[in-house]
């Protein structure tokens, strides 16, 4: 037999998801893989119901479907302070890590570089592989998780092709200000580097953090690529609905890619997602109030009961320190499986994010309903002693 491609070596199966796998299999209560386990707005259920009797059912037109991508660009647009063309500058894909891949693969070649921050959300070392891309890590040192300019000048001067940034991030919760974004846009196009944006939290922001768009600094939007999704800001991580937003020269490029890639994204739950897409500002509000009534249940309760976490700025995840119920020799991979059997809770080990010497570190996330983020505190009450 012919040997297959050797980029796998480089990297495993996805942690996070098989975190999910062995919480399943042993009845743990999920804070591994970042979905919530509560309903997407009624709206949006109501008209999917409708949908699945009126259809549409058969293939999309390739680049999602215009009313879709209409509502997308009046929505974006809105909260981005800028005028999207639903035809040239929005193509919509299966959830962000398409559009991050067609990304990738639309502004690269192979052996280019691509800058991205250390720790990272797992999915972008990998995606750097599949487009035979050299990843160059920059550190965000805890606990707040800012960067040395110096360093990351350093990384640019090595002549990246682009950087990848996820805003707020995960898994660290930063959220960027505007000062390290003009930085980080200055030194763009001082070295002419694309800047690939992952968005996905831009409505869970922790006051006072506020989240600012890559592509509205000065010019940045002729090099910006904003990545995003409805999966966190409706509650529809199933759905799988995806965008990508671009200029026109970059945007018929990553279309390229994206046409023979998935050729579209599922028609029905485009159609039933547009209600969503028109919800009033009122609803970011109370989504925003929501996730922060979550984060304050959660951590409350990490403080009470002593362990040692990072406290987020955006998004909805929390670095914890297990350094303390380790065993000697123990890897943040086996404590989390062992951790998930004995104490009913799963979580990612933090060797799935960051570049740098990890091994006490593990990701939770709390988008979860009161009864259950407050089990998984109950369960948590005695890890000492359960993982003895």
Not at 71 to 82: D, E, P, S, Y
Not at 170 to 187: C, Q, R
Not at 194 to 199: C, F, K, L, V
Request: charged share 20%; glycine share 6%; aromatic share 12%.
């Amino acid at each position: 037999m012919q040997p297959m491609s050797r980029k796998t070596q480089y990297f495993t199966d996805s942690v996070i998801r098989r975190m999910t796998r062995i919480s399943l299999d042993c009845g743990a209560i999920n804070l591994a893989q970042g979905f919530p386990d509560f309903d997407p707005p009624q709206a949006m259920l109501d008209r999917l119901a409708e949908v699945s009797h009126l259809g549409p059912h058969q293939y999309p037109i390739t680049m999602g479907a215009p009313n879709f991508r209409q509502a997308l660009a009046r929505k974006c647009g809105r909260f981005m302070g800028l005028e999207l063309d639903p035809d040239t500058n929005i193509v919509v894909t299966i959830g962000s890590t398409e559009a991050m891949v067609d990304t990738i693969f639309a502004l690269t070649n192979p052996g280019d570089k691509i800058v991205m921050f250390s720790p990272y959300f797992e999915n972008y070392h990998a995606q750097a592989l599949f487009a035979d891309c050299q990843p160059i890590y920059v550190p965000l040192v805890p606990p707040k998780f800012n960067f040395d300019a110096n360093v990351l000048e350093e990384a640019f001067k090595q002549h990246p092709k682009a950087i990848l940034i996820c805003n707020p991030s995960n898994p660290s919760g930063k959220v960027f200000t505007y000062e390290e974004l003009k930085l980080i846009a200055d030194l763009c196009i001082k070295y002419d580097v694309y800047a690939i944006m992952d968005e996905v939290y831009e409505h869970i922001v922790y006051a006072p953090h506020k989240h600012t768009y890559m592509a509205t600094l000065p010019g940045m939007w002729e090099r910006t690529v904003s990545c995003s999704s409805l999966s966190k800001t409706y509650s529809i991580t199933g759905w799988r609905l995806g965008y990508a937003i671009a200029p026109k020269p970059i945007m018929d490029k990553i279309k390229q890619y994206h046409d023979f890639n998935t050729v579209g994204a599922p028609a029905p739950l485009m159609e039933a997602a547009v209600v969503g897409l028109e919800m009033p500002d009122s609803y970011y509000e109370e989504f925003g109030a929501h996730y922060a009534h979550m984060k304050q249940l959660f951590t409350d309760g990490l403080r009470r009961i002593g362990i040692p976490f990072t406290d987020p700025q955006g998004a909805y995840f929390v670095l914890a320190n297990i350094g303390p119920y380790m065993k000697k020799g123990q890897t943040d991979v086996e404590f989390c499986e062992e951790m998930a059997r004995k104490v009913g809770v799963a979580c990612v080990p933090g060797t799935s994010f960051f570049m740098e010497d990890v091994r006490d570190i593990v990701r939770v996330h709390f988008a979860k309903k009161d009864e259950t983020l407050l089990e998984a505190l109950n369960r948590l009450e005695d890890i000492k002693a359960k993982m003895a």
